[in-house]
Nanobody
Framework: VQLQASGGGLVQPGGSLRLSCAAS????????MAWFRQAPGKEREGVSC????????SYADSVKGRFTISRDNSNNMAYLQMENLRPEDTAIYYC??????????????????WGKGTLVTVSS
């Protein structure tokens, strides 16, 4: 079982990035997928989650209206489209999977599998 996040980088405030999460060793369609982030000196926080069902996305208040989570079950991929990025979005972003439905932002302890993070830096 493996998750691999990619797509991070340096972007100016107001810019956009699309993070990808590739899953292998299991069928993504049977899992909730979530994105978390961890900024230096801060705890890991949930950003967004999409459950097995269509349209079942949830977002942290800090990213609502700017980030969009999606999944492509046929290709075993999940995505996080990030728009209007702010300096406070700077963090390492992680994708994670859980073998149950989450229609809210889960805690890190709820997740069964984690990928290595990808760094997002928002700076001018």
């Amino acid at each position: 079982v493996q998750l691999q996040a990619s797509g991070g980088g340096l972007v100016q405030p107001g810019g956009s990035l699309r993070l990808s999460c590739a899953a292998s060793g299991f069928r993504l369609e049977y899992y909730s997928m979530a994105w978390f982030r961890q900024a230096p000196g801060k705890e890991r926080e949930g950003v967004s989650c999409i459950a097995n069902a269509v349209g079942s996305a949830s977002y942290a208040d800090s990213v609502k209206g700017r980030f969009t989570i999606s999944r492509d079950n046929s290709n075993n991929m999940a995505y996080l489209q990030m728009e209007n990025l702010r300096p406070e979005d700077t963090a390492i972003y992680y994708c994670a999977a859980a073998a149950q439905y989450y229609y809210w932002i889960p805690t890190p302890q709820d997740m069964g599998f984690w990928g290595k993070g990808t760094l997002v830096t928002v700076s001018s």
